[in-house]
């Protein structure tokens, strides 16, 4: 019988661990883009055990829309994009600084409150045995707790997932006395996965 497989992906974070492994930090904003549902086929097209991707989630910041229209926009065609193709998006408002866009000010939006939704979900979800395998992609170490959670508590194989350079893997989520597999994703299989479309256009 085939394991029934869930994504969990942390987007800002996953972007950002892209960009910092594969591509210029500077360069196109479109470098670290990924698809999210490319990344779970590809996923479950390496695994060496008979399995079946059941769901796609992403966790993602999404820029006020009238603070920010044209990036709220952007997201919008991103995200409307994924959820065309299936996949499960799961957004919260990013939080603005008082004086932004004041350019004297150093400090972004930030995302607030995603992490705990995509903690929340992947816990409660292993609880409910909707999965046999729930992968998540991110570093954020505060998604351990939920990881610990799946691990221990439920009958659900917690798994991560992250990137992997050249010279050395990248940085994993891990629990101290437990054996995690994580699936070092490389150089080819991020181009496998890249999504190089430039949302700000319409």
């Not at 019988?1 to 992906?9: A, H, N, T, Y």
């Not at 350019?103 to 409910?128: C, F, H, N, Q, T």
């Not at 439920?154 to 997932?161: G, I, L, P």
Request: charged share 25%.
């Amino acid at each position: 019988m085939e394991d029934r497989v869930g994504l969990f992906i942390d987007y800002q974070n996953v972007y950002m661990r892209a960009r910092e492994s594969f591509a210029a930090t500077d360069g196109n904003h479109t470098d670290g883009q990924i698809d999210p549902l490319r990344l779970g086929q590809l996923l479950i097209a390496r695994s060496p055990f008979s399995r079946k991707l059941t769901e796609v989630r992403v966790y993602r910041g999404q820029p006020d829309s009238t603070r920010d229209p044209k990036g709220y926009a952007a997201c919008e065609r991103q995200c409307n994009r994924w959820r065309r193709a299936g996949v499960t998006v799961v957004t919260r408002t990013l939080r603005y600084p008082a004086d932004w866009p004041n350019s004297s000010s150093s400090d972004k939006p930030r995302e607030k409150g995603i992490d705990v939704a995509l903690a929340i979900d992947y816990a409660m979800m292993a609880v409910r045995s909707e999965f046999d395998v729930a992968i998540l992609m991110s570093t954020d170490t505060d998604l351990k707790p939920a990881l610990e959670v799946v691990s221990d508590q439920t009958k659900v194989r917690a798994e991560v997932a992250a990137w992997s350079t050249p010279g050395a893997h990248s940085r994993r989520l891990s629990i101290v006395g437990r054996q995690l597999w994580c699936h070092w994703l490389n150089a080819d299989n991020y181009i496998a996965v890249a999504d190089p479309t430039d949302y700000n256009r319409p």
